[in-house]
């Protein structure tokens, strides 16, 4: 693929020896009992870049322990708003000052791009600063209209002790979008970040000691789902889980979570749509298509893995892609032109490349690459970037969550049509639609099965407006103040004023 965008050169150093990552439990950050480490190989690089404690049982009995003892004991769910606020924009301040850091190692676990864990890291200071002031702003209810002699007030109180299991693809990201948030709630926490992805998270460790946060407050292990995972799912001083990663291991958590019946928050999988008419501005619509299939070499929830474009455009539209896919910079993470990296595993990318040979075998056109992409220098990690026209509503590749950079597309003729293909499917994260028309817009968006729809854009988010799936895309809000609430519990408080209670019991 002589005419693709590749970069190859290098303009940061490797690190000469791999970050150690430890636990973090009650206060303390240490190695498992058992001395027992994994070592993570940079899928761009092929070198070892980070050598993680394993956990096991005990590491993770530790942390649910010290989790719930300075939970009951209202270290942190008895402060003031004020005083757990001071110490969020604290952590924010501690992140921005170690963006580079943060970034390079986020960069070498994961392989994207070091200009987008720049953007990721040191962006992630905005959610703790946004959760620090819900800490503050955050309240009930009063009912002042039960009568005369009643008053009704809604408490909201911290949910307890909540297990955070967090995903390989946005790991610094992902876990800025739930902690501060359940911390500002006063909640306390549990953390298990990918095994693939743990070392900014272990880093956070430091940042939150040098914040002034109380020992036992928020807790880290990492380790893999089995044991780790599975025991902050079931366990029964847990309180609740938040959990972000695929569908099927969320249903296997909903499961161990079912004895105990705790709370559950899922943040799953996508198949998301972006649906063009023909009046849409075409060129800001190639461009964002291009963006949402390529945007973390498509491992990305939100990856806009279906186009459905109308007929009488479709030629056009997607020539106009395939053009700008031609202009977009993969390669080397290390060199900050680069937009796109590495894939996250050798297998993962024999799975992209069995998705597309499946559709070219039932009938589909591979318009675009469709292979492995050479970066000389580099491990054979990457894809290329691929366009897949032709595909029909029942191949894998229309339904199923590829996670690469690979799009297929689709066609239709009406708003009807366009819509029952938008819902034709397990997944209703995201979804967008492009017209000029705010009626089609308008019309699209009301009747779209998804947590976020987007019009004339893509992949926008802010920390004020809430994020979560539809169907098999999960349940529970992120972010926002509806995530904020769902580390909350509410509670009924319900008082009679003066001595006008009647007697239940007659006096005979
Ligand atoms: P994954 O489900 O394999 O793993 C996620 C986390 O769960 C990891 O920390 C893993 O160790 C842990 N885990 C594995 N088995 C477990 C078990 N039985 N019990 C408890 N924990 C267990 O997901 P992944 O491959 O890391 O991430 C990719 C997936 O995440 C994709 O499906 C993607 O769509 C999804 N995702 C969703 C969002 C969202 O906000 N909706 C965001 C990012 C990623």
Not at 99 to 125: F, M, N, V, W
């Amino acid at each position: 693929m002589k005419d693709l965008h590749v970069v190859a050169d290098q303009a940061l150093e490797l690190p000469a020896t791999p970050y150690q990552a430890r636990h973090f439990i009650d206060g303390a950050q240490s190695y498992s009992a058992d001395g027992r480490t994994s070592d993570r190989v940079s899928p761009s690089h092929g070198v070892v870049v980070s050598r993680a404690a394993l956990g096991g049982t005990a590491e993770t009995e530790a942390a649910i322990r010290a989790a719930r003892t300075a939970f009951d004991d209202g270290r942190w769910s008895r402060l003031s708003g004020k005083e757990r606020g001071t110490i969020l924009m604290k952590v924010a301040d501690l992140i921005e000052k170690n963006e580079e850091r943060l970034a390079l190692i986020e960069t070498l676990e994961s392989g994207k791009p070091i200009s987008q864990a720049r953007g990721e890291c040191g962006g992630a200071a905005d959610l703790w600063r946004f959760a620090a002031s819900l800490a503050r702003t955050s309240h009930g209810d009063s009912h002042n209209t039960l009568g005369a002699d009643m008053l009704g007030v809604v408490l909201k109180e911290p949910i307890g002790v909540v297990s955070i299991i967090t995903p390989w693809n946005f790991p610094f990201w992902i876990l800025s979008q739930k902690l501060p948030f359940a911390l500002a709630a006063g909640c306390t926490c549990v953390v298990k970040p990918s095994e693939l992805t743990p070392s900014t998270t272990a880093m956070l460790a430091e940042l939150l000691i040098e914040a002034g946060l109380p020992a036992g407050v928020c807790n880290i292990v990492l380790g893999h789902g089995d044991p780790v995972g599975t025991l902050m799912s079931r366990h029964e001083d847990v309180d609740m889980i938040s959990f972000t990663g695929s569908t099927a291991v969320g249903k296997r958590i909903t499961k161990a979570a079912g004895d105990t019946l705790k709370k559950v928050a899922l943040e799953l999988g996508g198949k998301n749509p972006q649906v063009i008419f023909p009046d849409a501005d075409l060129e800001g619509a190639a461009d964002a298509v291009t963006f949402g299939i390529y945007f973390n070499v498509g491992q990305c929830c939100n990856s806009s893995s279906r186009i459905i474009v109308h007929e009488d455009i479709a030629e056009d539209f997607v020539a106009r892609v395939v053009a700008l896919s031609k202009k977009v910079a993969f390669g080397n993470p290390l060199n900050p032109e680069t937009q796109v990296g590495a894939i996250v595993s050798a297998e993962h990318r024999e799975k992209i490349d069995g998705y597309v040979k499946a559709a070219q075998a039932e009938g589909a056109e591979v318009y675009l690459g469709g292979d492995a992409l050479t970066v000389p220098g580099l491990s054979d990690q990457f894809y290329q970037p691929t366009v897949v026209r032709g595909v029909t509503p029942d191949m894998a590749i229309a339904r199923e969550e590829v996670f690469g950079p690979v799009v297929a597309v689709l066609t239709f003729r009406t708003l009807d049509e366009a819509i029952a293909l938008t819902n034709d499917a397990h997944y209703g994260l995201s979804a967008g639609v492009w017209s000029e028309n705010v009626h089609t817009c308008l019309a699209f968006a009301r009747r779209a099965q998804a947590g976020t729809v987007w019009t004339n854009t893509w992949m926008d988010g802010f920390p004020e407006l809430a994020f979560g799936g539809m169907k098999q895309s999960g349940q529970g809000r992120e972010i926002g103040s509806y995530g904020f609430d769902e580390f909350l519990e509410v509670k009924s408080l319900v008082m009679r004023v003066g001595r006008t209670r009647a007697p239940w019991v007659k006096s005979a």
